[in-house]
């Protein structure tokens, strides 16, 4: 059996949406957390961009996996997984986290929804957390269950996203404040839905917690959406880049930390939470990091398929390389190629003169700039 080009087994999981994604025509599968992750449909990846920016689009993100956290122990461990202070948090919050191993570099960084005063939800990138909880909790003899629930996520993303919810779950939804989830009710079970999602275009994330209602939610919202003009979608890469949101495996590995992704607002290093890698991240920061998440505009022909890195250098000496753009495409409203890409630390300021090597032998000229780039369309 083989979907999207792909040698199908046990080991790389259909999701509950996977045949209704199908049915509406995918193009091509990524695969993240071991599970079919829809990369492309009919239209262009600019095409997409516009139709997200102006409508309503239904993605099956089921690759987001849950890791469950619960008992006595689970804030304690997941206190200790993360750099950021989650003890003010509350039942109904999303918070973003980095977690971080004992040398400060990042494991993932999911979303935690906190469900109970002792139980909790990492939605997860692309990354074992499962087996690293299992592990630190065995070897410090916490008192915790961890496993994988069958929850599945839908997003609903774009401007439409709310008005669409509305029709389905009730006026109420307009409620749920941004990183806020609450419980509506899907055929008699009820359902946790946050307002969040890999766009900056707005939109809502439904945990589906029983992947046998799978088809029946996506049906429904497929139907309500007609009027709203909705379209099958996925995380869109020209999106992403301008928003300024970053992959996890892509722009960061185990080998950066979170002070080089930009994430000093989730970093504590006062001692007033202790976890894994508060040492190491009190001597980097002490030490100052060495390089740091930027983006790249550069000129040129639409640029190819970033599959592997491009060296980035400088822009005066050629013979010096100053980062490698990891994820890179054409912005149509920018009218130039974009890209991310850790930069070191003396050629990070915006405006930096740089060239950047794509994949298609051609060698285009650019330009450091601070992100999100979509502030540069205002």
């Known amino acids: 059996m083989s979907s999207g080009g792909l040698n199908m087994s046990r080991r790389i999981r259909r999701t509950p949406y996977t045949d209704r994604v199908e049915a509406v025509g995918v193009r091509g599968f990524s695969v993240v957390n071991h599970m079919l992750l829809p990369k492309a449909f009919q239209k262009s990846v600019e095409e997409d961009y516009f139709h997200l920016r102006e409508h309503v689009q239904i993605w099956d993100v089921s690759v987001q996996r849950q ?44 979303v935690l929804l906190k469900l109970e005063e002792d139980r909790y939800w990492l ?50 939804i307009r409620q749920v404040k941004f990183f806020r989830y609450d419980r509506f009710n899907f055929k008699n079970t009820s359902q946790v839905i946050a307002r969040s999602g890999y766009s900056k275009q707005g939109g809502f994330e439904i945990y589906l917690d029983d992947s046998t209602l799978g088809h029946d939610l996506w049906d429904t ?15 869109n890469l020209i999106e992403r880049i301008e928003g300024g949101l970053f992959s996890y495996g892509n722009e960061m590995t185990r080998q950066n930390n979170p002070l080089e992704c930009g994430m000093n607002d989730y970093v504590v290093l006062d001692g ?5 890698g508060l040492n190491a991240l009190r001597k980097i920061k002490a030490d100052g990091i060495t390089k740091q998440i930027r983006a790249i505009l550069f000129d040129g022909s639409p640029c190819p398929t970033c599959s592997k890195p491009w060296p980035v250098m400088a822009g005066d000496n050629k013979n010096i390389k100053i980062g490698e753009v990891t994820s890179g495409i054409y912005s149509p409203r920018l009218e130039k190629n974009i890209g991310l890409s850790m930069i070191d630390r003396d050629y990070w300021s915006s405006g930096q003169k740089v060239t950047v090597q794509c994949a298609d032998g051609l060698v285009r000229e650019g330009v450091v700039s601070t992100l999100p780039l979509v502030e540069s369309l205002i």
């Open 67 to 110: 890791v469950e956290i619960k008992g006595r122990d689970a804030t304690q461990l997941i206190q200790w997984m993360t750099s950021r202070d989650i003890s003010k948090a509350t039942i109904g919050q999303c918070l973003y986290v980095p977690l971080v191993d004992e040398k400060g570099g990042m494991i993932n960084d999911p």
């Open 221 to 235: 919202i497929w139907a309500a959406g007609q009027s709203f003009n909705i379209s099958p979608g996925c995380p």
């Open 123 to 172: 939605s997860i990138a692309d990354s074992d957390v499962l087996l690293w909880a299992k592990g630190l909790a065995l070897g410090a003899g916490m008192e915790v269950d961890i496993d994988e629930p069958d929850v599945s996520p839908l997003a609903i993303q774009g401007p439409k996203a709310e008005d669409l919810m509305a029709k389905v779950f009730g006026e109420e």
């Open 272 to 276: 007033s939470i202790d976890f894994i």
